[in-house]
């Protein structure tokens, strides 16, 4: 499979920091497309400076932008990016030597960092995401948080791993924190979630021990104890605001 022939394709918002990594790693495609959502930083500015096409949208959903993104391709297969993933060499290769007729999609591991380590347990060591694929057999369904491509067929892996360092700091992941529990709070009452106080009681800390102890996240030091305890407290505020909107008349 030719670089050449493959469209990259990164949605934004406000990625003025992450974005430069993003787009300089990702040498060699064919086409590379930015679809903003009206940042307020510089965004759009880094993103032409790299000489990508770039459309500005107004933002409905991750899956809704993406699906919109991927339509503007030139090229059947994509990859698709968030701004604070990037690619390295080893990766770039594989995909250049994949054979013609193969899948019609990869999934691809991630290496994630946190707090300036790689995080190598947490289960974060089995995070991964397919976002090779040929548009013309999957789209992404529509989806308020974990948006996943739905194939016409069986996806294959790829062995090297995407680089992905979600959090900036603690104060950026709060953040997320804050905009994931609202989007998973509506998903989760749109699709007639019940006792979601059973749900903010037993949740939260079975998410913890199995992160921290079953998944060994004791052994990724301070950020992995940090990292569990995080993920804890947004299953916690998810399934709160979940609870707090099911009870408003």
């Known amino acids: ?46 993103a032409r400076a790299a000489h990508a096409t770039v459309f500005q949208r107004a933002y409905r959903s991750p899956a809704d932008q993406k699906n919109w993104a991927v339509a503007r391709a030139h090229h059947d297969w994509v990859l698709v990016l968030d701004a604070d993933e990037w690619v390295d060499d080893a990766l770039l290769a594989e995909i250049a030597a994949l054979p013609a007729g ?24 089995r995070d991964r995401v397919l976002r090779l694929y040929d548009r013309r057999r999957g789209h992404y369904p529509d989806a308020r948080v974990h948006e996943e491509i739905v194939l016409q067929g069986k996806a294959g892996r790829l062995r090297t791993r995407l680089h992905h360092r979600p959090y900036r700091d603690l104060e950026h992941h709060l953040e997320k924190i804050d905009a994931y529990t609202a989007s998973g709070a509506l998903q989760a009452v749109d699709r007639g979630l019940r006792a979601p106080w059973l749900h903010m009681l037993v949740h939260p800390p079975f998410r913890f021990f199995r992160m921290y102890v079953l998944q060994l996240g004791v052994t990724d030091g301070y950020p992995g104890l940090v990292l569990c305890l995080m993920a804890s407290a947004s299953v916690f505020f998810k399934y709160a605001r979940a609870w707090e909107k099911r009870r408003r008349p």
């Open 102 to 125: 193969g899948p019609p999609g990869y999934w691809i591991y991630r290496r994630n960092q946190y707090m300036g380590r790689v995080i190598r347990h947490c289960g974060w060591n």
């Open 1 to 46: 499979m030719n670089l050449s022939d493959i469209t990259l394709v990164v949605t934004t918002r406000d990625e003025a920091d992450n974005l430069p990594r993003c787009l300089a790693s990702a040498r060699g495609f064919g086409e590379v497309i930015v679809v903003d959502s009206f940042s307020g930083d510089d965004t759009v500015a880094v």
